[in-house]
């Protein structure tokens, strides 16, 4: 069956250091790999999508790799902000005529200041 | 939100009535989704539409019916609520289908909780 899996439901960082996230999947073959970013009662938000055929993405503080042979993507915040805590998505977008995302569950991340 | 808004907000329904939600966008963007997300298992893609009365079926669709009458409206109906379709709906955006980076970026409204008692 098809899974995605994010590593753990909560993530606990300390104000500065460098928080990893981690993304697996299996029986999935994606063209695209996204992260969004998710408040509590707010609807998820775009961070970075990384191609099939990219290794590693970057915007600021934040950077996706992705490994399509470890099915498996990590996306790190760089010196991390309490402003960062929030829920992170992982979605697996096929390639397909819909634009349809398969999400995973989510890690919250909390930055301890 | 990016121009999406869902109405309403906050809904508490009985068994056996029927539902609707709102989603409309000013974005002019071709692709609408209603996802609900539940502890433990993330969003999940109940249907979804490419076009003016062109819509499919997603992942979660049994109890769901949808209709898109115009570019920006997007309804969600559910025909008699079961205690199971206790959620917070999501609807999300896009541009259109194709591999160009923004065309593949989904946008969300802020949701709309749920409870069928």
């Known amino acids: 069956s098809q899974k995605i899996e994010q590593n753990s439901e909560a993530l606990n960082i300390q104000e500065g250091k460098t928080a990893t996230l981690t993304c697996n999947y299996t029986n999935y073959s994606p063209a695209y790999l996204q992260w969004y970013r998710q408040d509590p009662g707010r609807g998820p938000v775009f961070l970075l999508l990384?191609?099939?055929?990219?290794k590693e993405k970057r915007k600021e503080r934040l950077k996706v790799t992705f490994d399509t042979t470890l099915k498996q993507s990590l996306f790190h915040i760089t010196a991390s902000q309490p402003a960062d805590s929030a829920t992170y998505l992982c979605a697996l977008m096929v390639q397909t005529g819909a634009n349809n995302l398969f999400f995973g569950t989510g890690t919250r991340l909390t930055v301890i200041p | 939100d990016a121009g999406i808004t869902q109405s309403p907000r906050h809904k508490v329904t009985e068994t056996g009535t029927p539902v609707t939600l709102r989603c409309h966008q000013t974005e002019n963007h071709r692709y609408m989704y209603w996802y609900r997300q539940d502890p433990g298992h993330g969003l999940r893609l109940i249907h979804y539409s490419y076009g003016v009365k062109d819509t499919d079926k997603g992942e979660v669709s049994d109890g769901y019916s949808v209709s898109r009458s115009k570019t920006e409206d997007f309804l969600l109906t559910l025909e008699s609520a079961t205690s199971s379709q206790t959620s917070v709906y999501f609807c999300?955006?896009?541009?259109?289908?194709?591999?160009?980076?923004?065309?593949?970026?989904?946008?969300f409204g802020a949701g709309t909780r749920l409870s069928v008692l």
């Open positions: 999300a955006i896009s541009e259109s289908s194709g591999m160009g980076y923004a065309k593949n970026i989904q946008y």
């Open positions: 990384i191609r099939e055929n990219e």
